[in-house]
């Protein structure tokens, strides 16, 4: 089982997010502070889910602490209530892995937990499909249907979105996109990524608003989005 340590103060949070944790399938350590949470780390943590905001040391400290030991391979993500553009900067150059605002949902959370541990962990095989409601990416065959029903999109149009689907609530810059899809092409630009964004989301039809932009970060694949928000 993969091992994950949640260091969190707030013992709600905590129960709420081992209970969860534990029935998706995964192994859990909790801690109320870095200096305990230190003491349970093992060759065996194969992710931490870190709060900020800790009495004594902070998240952000210890992480950096962390990163010139010999857990240093340790995946890191954050937990916080604050989530301006300078604390995600902070977190990312502290070492973590990704960054999770408060409040959140467990589905979040567990999305988020399973795209950082497929970037940090090669031995373990990538699906080779994904489902979101009715959407079924079939990454073999380069496939997409809605209930069934196949979806015509181009080549770069499916690698974009599978790139997405495969990292669900994982950001992409529009120059990681390029770098990742036309890094032979050196004339590609900006709104070429846009413009292939647009067509997708209007060959997805009810599904168009489960990419989403956010603003000097990227696009990603809402792990949360509900077909229910649509026809509302």
């Avoid at 305990?36 to 040391?57: H, I």
């Avoid at 181009?154 to 890094?183: H, M, Q, T, V």
């Avoid at 900006?190 to 603003?215: F, L, P, Q």
Wanted: with cysteine; hydrophobic share 40%; aromatic share 10%.
């Amino acid at each position: 089982m993969v091992q994950i340590l949640i260091i969190e103060d707030d013992q709600d949070i905590r129960e709420i997010l081992s209970f969860n944790l534990e029935n998706a399938g995964y192994s859990v350590l909790t801690a109320g502070s870095t200096e305990q949470g230190e003491k349970l780390l093992t060759d065996s943590t194969a992710l931490l889910l870190l709060d900020v905001m800790l009495p004594g040391e902070s998240g952000f400290q210890f992480a950096r602490r962390l990163k010139s030991s010999s857990f240093r391979d340790i995946p890191i993500i954050f937990l916080t209530a604050r989530s301006s553009e300078n604390d995600l900067l902070t977190g990312f150059s502290a070492g973590g892995d990704d960054y999770i605002a408060k409040p959140f949902s467990i589905n979040e959370v567990l999305a988020r937990i399973k795209a950082v541990l497929k970037r940090t962990c090669p031995q373990e095989k990538p699906s080779d499909c994904a489902d979101f409601l009715g959407l079924h990416i079939d990454f073999d065959q380069s496939t997409v249907s809605i209930d069934s029903r196949e979806i015509n999109l181009s080549r770069k149009e499916f690698d974009i979105l599978a790139l997405l689907a495969k990292e669900p609530g994982s950001y992409f810059s529009r120059s990681a996109i390029i770098e990742r899809l036309w890094k032979d092409a050196p004339y590609v630009i900006d709104r070429t990524v846009d413009v292939h964004i647009a067509r997708i989301r209007s060959k997805i039809g009810a599904y168009h608003d489960m990419i989403r932009n956010k603003t000097l970060f990227g696009y990603y694949l809402d792990p949360n989005f509900s077909l229910d928000d649509e026809q509302q």
